[in-house]
T-cell receptor, first 112, second 118 residues
Framework: DVKVTQSSRYLVKRTGEKVFLECVQD?????MFWYRQDPGLGLRLIYF???????EKGDIPEGYSVSREKKERFSLILESASTNQTSMYLC???????????FGEGSRLTVL | AQKITQTQPGMFVQEKEAVTLDCTYD???????LFWYKQPSSGEMIFLIY??????QNATEGRYSLNFQKARKSANLVISASQLGDSAMYFC???????????????FGAGTRLAVHP
C-alpha cells in the first residue's frame, strides 16, 4: 500500500519560531511537492523537488524553504513563522508514469 | 490569472441522483492532464479520475465520469447515483509545466463542497 507520511498532524507555534514539517514517501518517487490549503483558495504549490538536492519554487515560495537530502524525505521549513502561515500543509509525491499525486494526511499549523 | 476555475463553492444533491461539478481550465500547452480529487472531512486527498488532453474518450471510473470538452476547456466531473459518503470537497487539477519547462506540477482549483442529502 503506497504511503506518504507527514510527521505531525497538528502543530502550534509562536510567531518567529522555526518550524520543520517533514514528509516521507515509500514509493521511490522522484518528484515531491509541498502545498498549502486555505479555504476558498484550494491548494497552492509552495515548492517541489524533482530529485535529491534539487528543488524548484512553486507559486507561493515566500517565507518557506525546503530540503531534500534523501529521495524519500522532503522537508518544508518556515525560518520565522508568521500568523499568515497558519494553514493546512499537504505533502505529495508523484508517480512518474501517470502523473497522479499521492498525498499525506496533512499538517495543520497554527501560528500564534 | 486563474488557471483552474471551479465556479461552484457548494453544491447540494439528493441521494441517488446525479450531480455535475464544474471545472474550466486555461492553458496554452497542447499536452496536459486533468485530475479530480476528493477530500472528505478527514482531510486525506483521494484520486478519483484522470483525463489526458489527447484522450478521445471521456474518462470513467465506476460512478465517476469526466465530461471533457476540449474546445470549451472544461472538464466537469459527473457523479452518478450519489451516496451519502460522497459528501466531501472536490478539487479539479491540471498538470502543467514549470517555469523552467522541464517538469510537471499540478495546480488546483479552489474546490467545490458537495453535500449529499438523504
Amino acid at each position: 500500500d503506497v504511503k506518504v507520511t507527514q510527521s505531525s498532524r497538528y502543530l502550534v507555534k509562536r510567531t518567529g519560531e522555526k518550524v520543520f514539517l517533514e514528509c516521507v514517501q515509500d514509493m521511490d518517487h522522484e518528484n515531491m511537492f509541498w502545498y498549502r490549503q486555505d479555504p476558498g483558495l484550494g491548494l497552492r504549490l509552495i515548492y517541489f523537488s524533482y530529485d535529491v538536492k534539487m528543488k524548484e519554487k512553486g507559486d507561493i515560495p515566500e517565507g518557506y524553504s525546503v530540503s531534500r537530502e534523501k529521495k524519500e524525505r522532503f522537508s518544508l521549513i518556515l525560518e520565522s513563522a508568521s500568523t499568515n502561515q497558519t494553514s493546512m500543509y499537504l505533502c505529495a509525491s508523484k508517480e512518474q508514469a501517470t502523473g497522479e499525486l499521492f498525498f499525506g494526511e496533512g499538517s495543520r499549523l497554527t501560528v500564534l | 490569472a486563474q488557471k483552474i476555475t471551479q465556479t461552484q463553492p457548494g453544491m447540494f444533491v439528493q441521494e441517488k441522483e446525479a450531480v455535475t461539478l464544474d471545472c474550466t481550465y486555461d492553458t496554452s500547452d497542447q499536452s496536459y492532464g486533468l485530475f479530480w480529487y476528493k477530500q472528505p472531512s478527514s482531510g486525506e486527498m483521494i484520486f478519483l479520475i484522470y483525463q489526458g488532453s489527447y484522450d478521445e474518450q471521456n474518462a470513467t471510473e465506476g460512478r465517476y465520469s469526466l465530461n471533457f470538452q476540449k474546445a470549451r476547456k472544461s472538464a466537469n466531473l459527473v457523479i452518478s447515483a450519489s451516496q451519502l459518503g460522497d459528501s466531501a470537497m472536490y478539487f479539479c487539477a491540471m498538470r502543467e509545466r514549470t517555469i523552467s519547462g522541464g517538469y510537471n506540477k499540478l495546480i488546483f482549483g479552489a474546490g467545490t463542497r458537495l453535500a449529499v442529502h438523504p
